[in-house]
């Protein structure tokens, strides 16, 4: 059986208001974005993503942040993954973000660039280039489906670059203007392709995005100024996780420590908000969980630093609610006053999880083997709120567009 939550939590920071940006929210829990390939075959957002996202703002009042979303497709595809480019998409995607707010919670958006991590043959079938910071494939696997899809792995030209900078421009008008969401996310964690420019493993461009620490920041850096340009810092976030070994990520065993490179970005970022564009928040993963893994050599890890470099709000995700760190939460939320808790795996088998945190109601555990069923909606709609049994009602019901 799962845990249950302290009593302490519901009197803890975790149920207290705490503004980000301009957004206000009911407490400090928030949904982390968590990638459930329950879109269309187009990558346009589905009935069960309405029914699931609402589940979960209701009785809630917090952040929930959609899965990681592609801005365009060259910007890498998986199937049945999330899209909000063309008029579809975004109309898809209002809907959702309609119902959380209807229901009193706050909705975000992570824009997604996979880089070396997208399936070659799903972008072949697209007509799209296979690319990243340079031609370096994170596995023997990825090569193979690569050379087998005829689709290898490219680095990207600066014009390519200055493309995409562009599209996160557009798409972050069309995610606040369109489709209505509060903030924006940029996913610049679990080597994907911000993430790749960052890490001198896997880019060894000779360029100015390339060498330094800087350079290979910059890319990072150009999207969020320019999603800053677009929208406003206070409606701008970003997710980094510098002890990630996740995806071709060495962690705490890169030649270069964690410390050095993610401090830079982390100061650069400050820099900017001392300039009057201080991002929302910034969303950090523990050195306990690595992507879709739990990482259990870096339990140990002193990841109290981040606040050495960052002044602002904080959301931090990995393992929260797991045995060995529940009951610790208390404390650590009521450490500072500007830090949330994001929690992906405990929040897809509790659809109620603010509810149950607050009158410690044992949590219901999560299936991992059921997390990533591609279009189906087994291990997504079944869960239900506290004391109901599973519902397998529409285990076999086909996911249909939102628009």
Not at 177 to 182: C, K, L, S, T
Not at 219 to 226: C, K, R, T
Not at 252 to 272: A, D, F, M
Not at 382 to 402: A, I, R
């Amino acid at each position: 059986m799962a845990s249950v939550p302290p009593t302490e939590l519901a009197t803890s920071n975790l149920f207290k208001p705490i503004k980000l940006g301009n957004v206000e929210l009911k407490n400090r829990l928030v949904y982390a974005p968590t990638t459930r390939f329950r879109n269309t075959t187009d990558f346009v957002a589905t009935d069960s993503m309405l029914q699931y996202y609402t589940a979960r703002a209701e009785n809630n009042g917090g952040l929930l942040i959609v899965e990681a979303t592609f801005p365009a497709p060259e910007f890498g595809l998986y199937e049945r993954a999330p899209m909000i480019k063309t008029d579809q998409q975004v109309k898809a995607f209002k809907k959702i973000v309609d119902s959380v707010h209807e229901k009193g919670s706050k909705i975000a958006v992570q824009l997604w660039n996979l880089g070396r991590t997208a399936d070659p043959k799903c972008l072949k079938k697209h007509n799209l280039p296979f690319v990243a910071p340079s031609a370096i494939y994170f596995d023997e696997d990825s090569k193979k489906a690569a050379i087998e899809a005829e689709n290898e792995l490219r680095e990207l030209t600066i014009e390519e670059i200055q493309s995409m900078i562009k599209e996160y421009i557009a798409c972050a008008k069309r995610c606040i203007n369109e489709a209505g969401f509060d903030l924006i996310e940029i996913h610049g964690a679990h080597m994907y392709l911000l993430d790749q420019f960052l890490q001198a493993s896997s880019n060894k461009r000779t360029d100015k995005y390339g060498g330094s620490i800087e350079n290979r920041a910059r890319f990072m850096l150009e999207v969020v100024d320019a999603v800053i340009e677009a929208v406003g810092a206070d409606k701008v976030a970003i997710r980094l996780s510098p002890y990630a070994e996740f995806q071709g990520a060495l962690g705490i065993k890169s030649e270069i420590n964690p410390i050095v490179t993610w401090g830079y970005v982390l100061s650069e970022l400050e820099n900017r908000a001392k300039k009057g564009n201080r991002l929302a928040y910034i969303s950090i993963v523990e050195p306990r969980v690595s992507g879709i893994l739990d990482n259990f050599d870096n339990a140990a890890v002193d990841f109290s630093w981040p606040a050495l470099f960052w002044k602002g709000t904080l959301i931090r995700a990995g393992g929260y609610l797991d045995a060995a760190n529940i009951n610790k939460l208390p404390a650590i939320i009521n450490k500072t006053d500007n830090t949330l808790i994001a929690v992906g795996r405990y929040f897809t088998s509790n659809p109620d999880l603010a509810n149950r945190l607050k009158n410690s109601l044992e949590l219901t555990p999560y299936d991992r083997t059921t997390f990533y069923n591609i279009g189906s909606n087994i291990g997504y709609l079944d869960y239900q709120t506290y004391g109901k049994e599973k519902d397998h009602s529409k285990d076999d019901v086909e996911l249909k567009p939102l628009a």
